[in-house]
Each structure stands twice: as structure tokens, then as C-alpha cells.
């Protein structure tokens, strides 16, 4: 693809297959929908005008959250449709891997063969020598689990650890929930850590910049001078990587300055004098070297956000992606929220909990299929974000919320170890890999590796638009459908309690597919019971999902048309009406039971990046500057939007961002091809020579290919898919690793820069080499990933014992608190005897499980609708009316009426009629006719009489007969 910007106009580039007239959109035949972006997580909201079953014209939806805007990716998705370069049939593999040689093939008839040679795999060497790549799928997660599930293997994965997943976990060990639900118009201070809703997010930005005008103190939290950094009341240009001293600083900060909200400490927190004693060593002045800022700007951060009460903090990707450092980051900004109070308050960072009443994406996903030996074979030495961790943070969900989070996301085999599996067989052979929505040679760390794990794979499915460097090397190609062709739901990866929704505009065109359409027919093809894939649409079960709220809409289209966005009543400061937190404990916990548990410091314990000062000096004299990375940049997301001729004219070039005191230093000027070289390779990008960073950084931008490209030339480099991707230079090396999360290092690397001469501007065969380690000079296989260590030694952890003996048959025991769950439903064995159901907060008896209803003081099996005394003997009706059997009344019987054993009272000769106690009239259970109870006269509502149903006449309420 030729880029030139000397083209006719810029209107032909972004548009070349548009008239000049304007689309009628008020034509007949013309329909409205209401769809989504599918193009990043925001999912904004669409307008598409379809007409004999194509789009039209597309425009964004005023009347929805982003109110009306669209990026230039959202308006790309007319184009995105009707692209010459989409995939748009099965495609199989007839020449050699990477050859680029297809056959078109059957949709149906590719699911089969691939069900036939994951079934034979399976056979052979376990399901779990079949692996899954997700990638940002943004809806229908839940049915690639589902399919995972079934067919037995733990191995599925997404880049995930890298953006959000390991900061959500390390927030719901302190507080039982992510609280990342922040409540800005309330707010009296923010920090943006980590993120730039500048450039990322307009809508967002829009709403900052109001707030600040009125009185909101905007706290930036990043190395680069951004768009957002420049309207910050307070920018901390911190060096790349050092998230976690800047935030155990502020922390000491405010705790030894008196600023902590010691009230909120001492009712609903614990551990906090541990939490004293731990930060003692954390003083600015010990964070200021690491950091590169002043003491005192970490001071009058902490201070403003303290005192500015209440506040929040706007969660970003970067404690994601710091390598080793990760989750101590995460840890830590917990930890500041919990000790300033700003924990699920107005105005504060809210928790919303999973959604209880509707079904979360956990509930779809069929976790109860995959045996508990096979999740002991999940690929992930990292227990947070994988099985040990998960198992523990999702029992202590059920208990005290009633429902729990998915485990696509948050429950994941490690990417980069999958990959090393595939090279390596350690710690056994994955043979098979599904890629959906992802190209890993470009999302994921040390992409040499995972270039080389993708070609030595033995058979790889993948299912994307376009040819990417993955797919190349693919045995089957799916074709996937696109945002105008798919139905869309938000819920936010079932993390919380909010829904909102998008129709598809279009069906698929050509061969195209869902995703969810995609795993139903692969699973069934390999033989999963089709009870367990009812929905043939994703319509079918989002109506499911939503069912629940009990909207006034009977499918899912109409929820779209009339509703589109369902947000509960806010609930916010829970915790009192709860009377605690989620957590095993109930409390806040400043020293962590879970993190202790597994192995884990309780408190953030400081380690540097992978690569500093401190730790590795002798790298300083070859790699003197500091590379920062992993952060998105528009008009692209992820890897995305290459091929797009207008997208690709606004960004036609991978740049890097130097300062201009730097790049003269290194002969370096605006628009030069330079390297940027870590021990692990090299990349070239060309320099945009800027203020916006410290002359001791620089900043790369993620995920560039040249698709433009005949992939097939130069397999060592397909589509320049190492070339100018900056995971060529990243480490996910096992000590480089986080040791909780898995995250792998994307900031705070140390690199040396440097101009392509004419003499070296060629990427070469050697460049692409790989080794594992990734961090070695030589290429190749040099150790075994589960001989090396990890960054930090697991810390032995060691039960207590349950008092009582033997922990009762049926129950399991939580030490943090000392109480006894029931198995299987989790509900809490109260000091009185009874159960009680986290979700509703009823009581249920111990024995039977049965409901206690405390308006008829009896019990009730809510499966059959049968009800108990609380002797547990079933209680009899005459219809709707309770009976007492035997010979003396529960309550006063008028004399006039007599007893019956069956237990009701009636009027003599009247057996058909029972006496209402709480009315005191005589009913008839089998039409609701109500009768006085003196002389058995029907009552007439609708006259307000009485009728002797024997003789007809009518009587007044008085008894006097009324006449004719």
C-alpha cells in the first residue's frame, strides 16, 4: 500500500469510496439502528443507516454516553465492512507454513476438520496441549471459555495481564472489589496515573476539564508532558517504571503527616499499625533518586489528594506493564484509597460488585466443566491471575457479594510461558493453538519468541479479519465478522453492574462469522452437548443475560431500541449496610490475608524495575537512556486499523519521541530512521524530536507492521512485523516478570539510540534471532523456563488450624474470620444456627437448606415452592390458604364457626369455605369468592353487598335487605 500525501485530497484518502453528495438518510426504505464501536473498549455509541440490507452512512449517537462522538477509527467502520483486503472465507492451508498459499474451503467443513485434529490432539496428549490467544474481543468472552471448559484445557490466555487484570486482583485482595467505578462529580481531587484521556479518550477529557473549572484538582501522574499533563493543577514527570516508589511515598506521605482518615481506619480497616511499621522506610526522600522528582512534589501530591477529600484515582495501563513491579504498584495505589477513606463513598472510587441481577459473564461460562485436574495443569507459575489465586479471591467473592468474576480475564494460563511451551515442551507440549481477534507477534513481550513459537506451532487456528503475521503461519483462517455485523453488550468484562447494548446494523456478509458462532460450531463439531450451546445468536443470549433486570422487553433488539443502557440505583457506601467489606476478613486489609497466602508480602514491598540503576549499573555504560513503551497511540488500537488508507495517512510512520536536548547530542533530527537497541534486539522508528520527554527518555509507540507488505517475502520478518515493534526490545524472562501478576516489562527498560546509517538501516536476519532467555547474547534455547527463578522467593505461608478439630463435613473454614461456609452454595453458618445468603441476606436452615420466611414464620423450599413449620414438616394449603391440622386452631375461631381436624375453620355445612384470620371473612380458595363470615353471604365488590347465593337477595354491609 502506497502512502503519499501528495494524493488529490485528503477527502479521497479517508474516504475513496464516497460520493461528494450527501446520503439521504430520510429516503424510504432507509432503517435507523442503534449499534456500537467495536473498535476499542470504549464501544461508542452508533447510528447506522441501512438500507436493502447494506450501511450507508454512519454517525455517532448523541443520545448515548459519548454523546454523539466518534473517533477516526469509529468512522472507519463503513470502510472496515466493505474492505477489499478482509477475510471473508475459511481458508486452509495448502502450501508450506508461511508460503501464503490457500485453499477456500466450507465454513462448516473448516469447524469439522479442526474439531476432527483438536479431538486427536486431545486424545493423544490431553486437552491441554491445546491453547487459546484472545485478544481485545471487547464482548463474547464468555464463549470462548465456555468452549475451553468443555473441551477440558486450562490453557486460555489473553494479553490481559498487561491492562488491568493484575491491578483488579491486587485491589480485591485489600478491599473485595476493583473500585474503578470513580464517582468524579463528586470528587474534590483526581489522579490521572498512567493514562492521557487527551488523546485517548475525548468524551472523558471533556468531562475533566468541566469539572476542574469547577473546583476539581487534577493530579497527572506521567514521564511524558502529554496533552493532559499540560492542563494538571500538579504533573509528576516521574521516570518510566517507578510507579511503585512514587506511590509507597505518598503513602508514607500521608500516614506519618497526620492526613490518613483515621476514622474510616479504625472501623472498617485492619492491619494498619503493620502498615506503619512498613512504610517507615518509604519517605520521599528515599523515593525522590528512584523517581526523579523532589521530595517536595511528592509531598504536595499527597497532600493535595488528601486533603482534597473526597477523591478518586483514574485508573491506566501503566501499573500494568512495568515487569516485576506491577502489582507492587497496583498494591500500593490500593492502599492509598483505603487509608484516605475514599473506598466506595460519594465522590470517591466506587465498587460496584458483580451484577445480581443479571447474569455475568462468569455465570455463562460453564466453569464447572473443567476438572479440577486439569486446572492444575494451567501453564502459569504466576498465582494471582491463575488458578491458586483465583479459587481464593473467587470463594471470598461468593461468600460475601453471592457471585463472582469471570474467569476469561481473570483467571489465566501466562501467554509468554504458553509460547515458550510451544518451543520448549516445558512444562509439557502444547501442540494446538486458536488465535481469536489477536496478533501476538505484535501484543505480546519478547516478540522474536513468540514469532518463532507461532511457525514451530503444530497446528494454529486463527480467526481475525486480515492476513496478519499470525495468520500466515496458520493451518485454518476464519473470517470474522465486524463491528456492523455483530451485536454488541457491555458489561464491562462482567466486573460489574451495568449493561448497555448495540444491535447489529447488518448480517455478516460473505462467509463471516461472530465469535460466539464461532466456538458454538467448533464445539459442537468436537462433540459438546448441545444443551450447553442453546443460543444459536448472540441475540438469543444476551436476551438471556438480560432477562433478569425485568425490563418491559421481550428480546433483545427491543432493549437496544427503547432502553440501550441499564445503570442500576447507585449503592454507594455498602460496606455500612453490609457491615464490612468483601474480603475474608470483612475489613479493609492493610496487610493482605489473601496476597500472605499465596505466598506474597501482605504489604507492597519495593522492588526496582528490571533493568536501573540500582540493580543492574554494569548496563549503564551500553544502555545509558531510559525506554518507555507499551502505550497506545491514535488513530491505531493495539495492532489494529494498519491496512485502513485514511487511518494510515494520518500516522504513515513509526516515530519515537526524543528531546531535542538528547537527539543533538546524538546527531539526531526531526524524521530520521534511528535504532533503539535493548540487550534484546533492535527496532528502527524514526525520531520525532520533542520537549515532551526527559532527555533521559525515550518513548516508542506499540504494535507497528507494515501490512502493505508481501508477508511471504521475508518469513524472518513477515509484513516487518519485528522491525519496528517495540515487543522485539521488551523481556518476558521469568525474573523480569511480575511475580504475582505475570506481567512483563514494557517501561523502564534501559536502550542506546542511534541514527541508521547507509551502511546499517536494514533489518537482518540476525535481528530476528530469539533465545530464551530473551535477555542472553546468544540465539537459542539456553535453559528451561521453570528452572529459572522468579523475581521474588515465595515467603512460606503457613495455615492455622481450626479450633474446633475436624472442620464439619459439608462446610469449609475461612481463618481470617473464623466462620464456617456451606459448600457448594457458600452461605455463612451464622453463630445462630442458621445460614445466611450473602446476596439477599436471608436465612436458610442449616439441615435442609430451606428459606426462612419470617412474614409466616416457616420455612420454604424455594426449588419445589413447598413450605415447612419449623419443625420442617410441610405445611398443607386449600389453595393459597395455610392449614394448621389437628384439633385445636392456631388462632381465635369466632363461635359461630367450627373447627375441622384437616385444620381450618368454616361454617357448619359449609366445607368448602375456609376462614381467613387476617380478614375475617370466609373465603373459597377455588374462585377467591370472599363470604361473611356469620351467614355465608358472597360478597359483591363491585356493589358492595351481600348476596344470599340461595335465595339471590342482596343485603347491605349492615345485614338489611336491600330492595329489589
Given at each position: 500500500?502506497?502512502?503519499?500525501?501528495?494524493?488529490?485530497?485528503?477527502?479521497?484518502?479517508?474516504?475513496?469510496?464516497?460520493?461528494?453528495?450527501?446520503?439521504?438518510?430520510?429516503?424510504?426504505?432507509?432503517?435507523?439502528?442503534?449499534?456500537?464501536?467495536?473498535?476499542?473498549?470504549?464501544?461508542?455509541?452508533?447510528?447506522?443507516?441501512?438500507?436493502?440490507?447494506?450501511?450507508?452512512?454512519?454517525?455517532?449517537?448523541?443520545?448515548?454516553?459519548?454523546?454523539?462522538?466518534?473517533?477516526?477509527?469509529?468512522?472507519?467502520?463503513?470502510?472496515?465492512?466493505?474492505?477489499?483486503?478482509?477475510?471473508?472465507?475459511?481458508?486452509?492451508?495448502?502450501?508450506?507454513?508461511?508460503?501464503?498459499?490457500?485453499?477456500?474451503?466450507?465454513?462448516?467443513?473448516?469447524?469439522?476438520?479442526?474439531?476432527?485434529?483438536?479431538?486427536?490432539?486431545?486424545?493423544?496428549?490431553?486437552?491441554?496441549?491445546?491453547?487459546?490467544?484472545?485478544?481485545?474481543?471487547?464482548?463474547?468472552?464468555?464463549?470462548?471459555?465456555?468452549?475451553?471448559?468443555?473441551?477440558?484445557?486450562?490453557?486460555?490466555?489473553?494479553?490481559?495481564?498487561?491492562?488491568?487484570?493484575?491491578?483488579?486482583?491486587?485491589?480485591?485482595?485489600?478491599?473485595?472489589?476493583?473500585?474503578?467505578?470513580?464517582?468524579?462529580?463528586?470528587?474534590?481531587?483526581?489522579?490521572?496515573?498512567?493514562?492521557?484521556?487527551?488523546?485517548?479518550?475525548?468524551?472523558?477529557?471533556?468531562?475533566?476539564?468541566?469539572?476542574?473549572?469547577?473546583?476539581?484538582?487534577?493530579?497527572?501522574?506521567?514521564?511524558?508532558?502529554?496533552?493532559?499533563?499540560?492542563?494538571?493543577?500538579?504533573?509528576?514527570?516521574?521516570?518510566?517504571?517507578?510507579?511503585?516508589?512514587?506511590?509507597?511515598?505518598?503513602?508514607?506521605?500521608?500516614?506519618?503527616?497526620?492526613?490518613?482518615?483515621?476514622?474510616?481506619?479504625?472501623?472498617?480497616?485492619?492491619?494498619?499499625?503493620?502498615?506503619?511499621?512498613?512504610?517507615?522506610?518509604?519517605?520521599?526522600?528515599?523515593?525522590?533518586?528512584?523517581?526523579?522528582?523532589?521530595?517536595?512534589?511528592?509531598?504536595?501530591?499527597?497532600?493535595?489528594?488528601?486533603?482534597?477529600?473526597?477523591?478518586?484515582?483514574?485508573?491506566?495501563?501503566?501499573?500494568?506493564?512495568?515487569?516485576?513491579?506491577?502489582?507492587?504498584?497496583?498494591?500500593?495505589?490500593?492502599?492509598?484509597?483505603?487509608?484516605?477513606?475514599?473506598?466506595?463513598?460519594?465522590?470517591?472510587?466506587?465498587?460496584?460488585g458483580p451484577a445480581l441481577n443479571f447474569l455475568t459473564d462468569e455465570e455463562l461460562e460453564l466453569n464447572e466443566c473443567l476438572p479440577e485436574e486439569q486446572k492444575a495443569k494451567q501453564i502459569s507459575r504466576y498465582k494471582l491471575t491463575s488458578w491458586p489465586g483465583y479459587q481464593i479471591i473467587s470463594d471470598t467473592a461468593r461468600r460475601t457479594w453471592g457471585k463472582t468474576l469471570p474467569t476469561e480475564w481473570f483467571c489465566e494460563a501466562h501467554g509468554p510461558s504458553v509460547f515458550k511451551a510451544i518451543l520448549t515442551g516445558d512444562p509439557y507440549q502444547v501442540r494446538a493453538l486458536i488465535c481469536n481477534a489477536t496478533n501476538p507477534v505484535n501484543s505480546y513481550g519478547d516478540a522474536k519468541m513468540t514469532l518463532a513459537a507461532l511457525k514451530?506451532?503444530?497446528?494454529?487456528?486463527?480467526?481475525?479479519?486480515?492476513?496478519?503475521?499470525?495468520?500466515?503461519?496458520?493451518?485454518?483462517?476464519?473470517?470474522?465478522?465486524?463491528?456492523?455485523?455483530?451485536?454488541?453488550?457491555?458489561?464491562?468484562?462482567?466486573?460489574?453492574?451495568?449493561?448497555?447494548?448495540?444491535?447489529?446494523?447488518?448480517?455478516?456478509?460473505?462467509?463471516?462469522?461472530?465469535?460466539?458462532?464461532?466456538?458454538?460450531?467448533?464445539?459442537?463439531?468436537?462433540?459438546?452437548?448441545?444443551?450447553?450451546?442453546?443460543?444459536?445468536?448472540?441475540?438469543?443470549?444476551?436476551?438471556?443475560?438480560?432477562?433478569?433486570?425485568?425490563?418491559?422487553?421481550?428480546?433483545?433488539?427491543?432493549?437496544?431500541?427503547?432502553?440501550?443502557?441499564?445503570?442500576?440505583?447507585?449503592?454507594?457506601?455498602?460496606?455500612?449496610?453490609?457491615?464490612?467489606?468483601?474480603?475474608?476478613?470483612?475489613?479493609?486489609?492493610?496487610?493482605?490475608?489473601?496476597?500472605?497466602?499465596?505466598?506474597?508480602?501482605?504489604?507492597?514491598?519495593?522492588?526496582?524495575?528490571?533493568?536501573?540503576?540500582?540493580?543492574?549499573?554494569?548496563?549503564?555504560?551500553?544502555?545509558?537512556?531510559?525506554?518507555?513503551?507499551?502505550?497506545?497511540?491514535?488513530?491505531?488500537?493495539?495492532?489494529?486499523?494498519?491496512?485502513?488508507?485514511?487511518?494510515?495517512?494520518?500516522?504513515?510512520?513509526?516515530?519515537?519521541?526524543?528531546?531535542?536536548?538528547?537527539?543533538?547530542?546524538?546527531?539526531?533530527?526531526?524524521?530520521?530512521?534511528?535504532?533503539?537497541?535493548?540487550?534484546?534486539?533492535?527496532?528502527?522508528?524514526?525520531?520525532?524530536?520533542?520537549?515532551?520527554?526527559?532527555?533521559?527518555?525515550?518513548?516508542?509507540?506499540?504494535?507497528?507492521?507494515?501490512?502493505?507488505?508481501?508477508?511471504?517475502?521475508?518469513?524472518?520478518?513477515?509484513?516487518?512485523?519485528?522491525?519496528?515493534?517495540?515487543?522485539?526490545?521488551?523481556?518476558?524472562?521469568?525474573?523480569?516478570?511480575?511475580?504475582?501478576?505475570?506481567?512483563?516489562?514494557?517501561?523502564?527498560?534501559?536502550?542506546?539510540?542511534?541514527?541508521?546509517?547507509?551502511?546499517?538501516?536494514?533489518?537482518?536476519?540476525?535481528?530476528?534471532?530469539?533465545?530464551?532467555?530473551?535477555?542472553?547474547?546468544?540465539?537459542?534455547?539456553?535453559?528451561?523456563?521453570?528452572?529459572?527463578?522468579?523475581?521474588?522467593?515465595?515467603?512460606?505461608?503457613?495455615?492455622?488450624?481450626?479450633?474446633?478439630?475436624?472442620?464439619?463435613?459439608?462446610?469449609?473454614?475461612?481463618?481470617?474470620?473464623?466462620?464456617?461456609?456451606?459448600?457448594?452454595?457458600?452461605?455463612?453458618?451464622?453463630?445462630?444456627?442458621?445460614?445466611?445468603?450473602?446476596?439477599?441476606?436471608?436465612?436458610?436452615?442449616?439441615?435442609?437448606?430451606?428459606?426462612?420466611?419470617?412474614?409466616?414464620?416457616?420455612?420454604?423450599?424455594?426449588?419445589?415452592?413447598?413450605?415447612?413449620?419449623?419443625?420442617?414438616?410441610?405445611?398443607?394449603?386449600?389453595?393459597?390458604?395455610?392449614?394448621?391440622?389437628?384439633?385445636?386452631?392456631?388462632?381465635?375461631?369466632?363461635?359461630?364457626?367450627?373447627?375441622?381436624?384437616?385444620?381450618?375453620?368454616?361454617?357448619?355445612?359449609?366445607?368448602?369455605?375456609?376462614?381467613?384470620?387476617?380478614?375475617?371473612?370466609?373465603?373459597?380458595?377455588?374462585?377467591?369468592?370472599?363470604?361473611d363470615a356469620y351467614y355465608g353471604w358472597a360478597y359483591d365488590p363491585t356493589a358492595n353487598c351481600l348476596i344470599d347465593m340461595a335465595t339471590g337477595k342482596r343485603y347491605t354491609m349492615e345485614y338489611q335487605e336491600m330492595a329489589e
Open positions: 500500500m502506497e502512502i503519499s500525501k501528495t494524493s488529490t485530497g485528503l477527502k479521497d484518502i479517508l474516504c475513496p469510496d464516497t460520493e461528494s453528495t450527501e446520503v439521504d438518510i430520510h429516503a424510504d426504505g432507509v432503517e435507523m439502528i442503534k449499534s456500537l464501536c467495536y473498535f476499542c473498549h470504549a464501544n461508542c455509541g452508533v447510528l447506522a443507516y441501512v438500507k436493502d440490507g447494506d450501511v450507508i452512512k454512519i454517525e455517532g449517537d448523541p443520545n448515548y454516553s459519548s454523546q454523539g462522538g466518534l473517533c477516526c477509527r469509529g468512522t472507519s467502520a463503513l470502510l472496515h465492512v466493505n474492505h477489499p483486503a478482509r477475510i471473508n472465507h475459511a481458508l486452509k492451508r495448502v502450501g508450506e507454513k508461511g508460503e501464503g498459499k490457500w485453499e477456500q474451503i466450507d465454513y462448516d467443513q473448516a469447524i469439522q476438520e479442526v474439531a476432527d485434529r483438536l479431538n486427536q490432539i486431545k486424545a493423544e496428549s490431553g486437552a491441554e496441549a491445546v491453547a487459546s490467544a484472545g485478544g481485545t474481543t471487547r464482548t463474547d468472552d464468555w464463549a470462548r471459555r465456555r468452549f475451553l471448559n468443555q473441551f477440558g484445557t486450562p490453557n486460555g490466555f489473553h494479553n490481559a495481564l498487561l491492562c488491568w487484570i493484575p491491578t483488579f486482583m491486587a485491589e480485591t485482595c485489600v478491599a473485595g472489589w476493583s473500585p474503578f467505578e470513580t464517582d468524579l462529580g463528586g470528587a474534590k481531587s483526581l489522579i490521572l496515573w498512567g493514562m492521557n484521556p487527551g488523546a485517548s479518550t475525548l468524551g472523558g477529557m471533556h468531562g475533566y476539564t468541566d469539572l476542574q473549572k469547577a473546583g476539581l484538582k487534577i493530579i497527572m501522574v506521567d514521564p511524558r508532558y502529554s496533552e493532559t499533563a499540560s492542563k494538571a493543577d500538579l504533573w509528576l514527570p516521574l521516570r518510566p517504571g517507578s510507579d511503585a516508589a512514587l506511590a509507597l511515598a505518598m503513602l508514607h506521605t500521608i500516614v506519618y503527616g497526620g492526613m490518613a482518615d483515621y476514622d474510616f481506619i479504625g472501623k472498617w480497616c485492619d492491619g494498619f499499625d503493620d502498615l506503619m511499621d512498613h512504610l517507615a522506610q518509604y519517605s520521599p526522600e528515599w523515593a525522590a533518586p528512584i523517581t526523579w522528582l523532589e521530595p517536595e512534589q511528592i509531598r504536595q501530591a499527597a497532600m493535595m489528594y488528601a486533603t482534597n477529600k473526597p477523591g478518586c484515582i483514574q485508573w491506566g495501563c501503566t501499573w500494568d506493564q512495568i515487569g516485576r513491579a506491577s502489582t507492587t504498584g497496583s498494591h500500593a495505589i490500593a492502599l492509598l484509597r483505603a487509608v484516605t477513606g475514599n473506598l466506595d463513598v460519594p465522590g470517591g472510587d466506587g465498587m460496584p514451530a506451532c503444530e497446528f494454529l487456528v486463527v480467526v481475525d479479519y486480515w492476513m496478519t503475521p499470525t495468520a500466515l503461519f496458520a493451518d485454518y483462517v476464519f473470517p470474522a465478522a465486524g463491528a456492523l455485523e455483530r451485536p454488541t453488550i457491555v458489561t464491562h468484562y462482567g466486573a460489574t453492574d451495568s449493561l448497555m447494548g448495540g444491535r447489529r446494523a447488518i448480517q455478516p456478509k460473505f462467509d463471516r462469522h461472530t465469535d460466539m458462532v464461532f466456538w458454538r460450531k467448533l464445539g459442537l463439531a468436537c462433540g459438546q452437548d448441545p444443551a450447553n450451546w442453546p443460543w444459536e445468536t448472540e441475540e438469543e443470549a444476551y436476551y438471556e443475560v438480560l432477562k433478569g433486570i425485568g425490563l418491559p422487553v421481550s428480546n433483545y433488539n427491543e432493549f437496544v431500541d427503547n432502553v440501550r443502557m441499564y445503570y442500576p440505583p447507585l449503592h454507594q457506601s455498602k460496606f455500612e449496610k453490609n457491615g464490612g467489606f468483601w474480603t475474608p476478613s470483612g475489613k479493609v486489609e492493610l496487610n493482605s490475608t489473601i496476597m500472605r497466602q499465596l505466598g506474597f508480602p501482605g504489604m507492597p514491598t519495593y522492588i526496582g524495575t528490571i533493568e536501573n540503576p540500582i540493580d543492574t549499573p554494569e548496563l549503564l555504560d551500553e544502555y545509558p537512556i531510559v525506554l518507555t513503551t507499551g502505550g497506545g497511540f491514535m488513530p491505531y488500537h493495539h495492532s489494529e486499523h494498519f491496512q485502513m488508507q485514511g487511518i494510515r495517512y494520518l500516522y504513515p510512520d513509526p516515530y519515537f519521541s526524543i528531546n531535542p536536548e538528547l537527539a543533538e547530542k546524538l546527531d539526531i533530527e526531526y524524521g530520521d530512521w534511528c535504532w533503539i537497541e535493548t540487550r534484546r534486539g533492535r527496532i528502527k522508528m524514526r525520531a520525532n524530536v520533542e520537549p515532551e520527554v526527559d532527555p533521559r527518555v525515550v518513548f516508542a509507540p506499540r504494535g507497528w507492521w507494515f501490512p502493505e507488505r508481501d508477508g511471504s517475502a521475508d518469513l524472518d520478518n513477515p509484513f516487518g512485523c519485528l522491525e519496528s515493534n517495540v515487543n522485539t526490545l521488551t523481556s518476558v524472562d521469568e525474573e523480569h516478570c511480575d511475580p504475582m501478576g505475570g506481567s512483563w516489562a514494557n517501561r523502564g527498560l534501559l536502550c542506546k539510540v542511534y541514527k541508521c546509517t547507509e551502511l546499517d538501516h536494514e533489518f537482518k536476519p540476525e535481528d530476528a534471532q530469539f533465545s530464551i532467555p530473551g535477555s542472553v547474547a546468544e540465539p537459542g534455547i539456553h535453559e528451561m523456563p521453570s528452572s529459572r527463578p522468579l523475581a521474588r522467593e515465595e515467603i512460606p505461608f503457613e495455615m492455622p488450624q481450626y479450633e474446633g478439630g475436624e472442620v464439619p463435613e459439608g462446610y469449609d473454614w475461612v481463618w481470617q474470620n473464623n466462620t464456617l461456609y456451606q459448600k457448594g452454595t457458600n452461605y455463612k453458618l451464622d453463630a445462630s444456627g442458621w445460614l445466611i445468603n450473602p446476596r439477599n441476606k436471608a436465612y436458610y436452615d442449616a439441615y435442609t437448606g430451606w428459606r426462612y420466611d419470617a412474614g409466616e414464620e416457616c420455612l420454604v423450599d424455594d426449588e419445589t415452592g413447598k413450605r415447612y413449620t419449623m419443625d420442617r414438616e410441610e405445611i398443607k394449603y386449600m389453595g393459597a390458604y395455610r392449614l394448621y391440622p389437628g384439633a385445636e386452631a392456631p388462632y381465635a375461631v369466632p363461635e359461630q364457626l367450627v373447627w375441622k381436624e384437616e385444620g381450618y375453620a368454616t361454617l357448619p355445612g359449609r366445607d368448602e369455605l375456609i376462614y381467613d384470620s387476617n380478614s375475617g371473612w370466609l373465603v373459597d380458595p377455588a374462585t377467591n369468592v370472599y363470604y
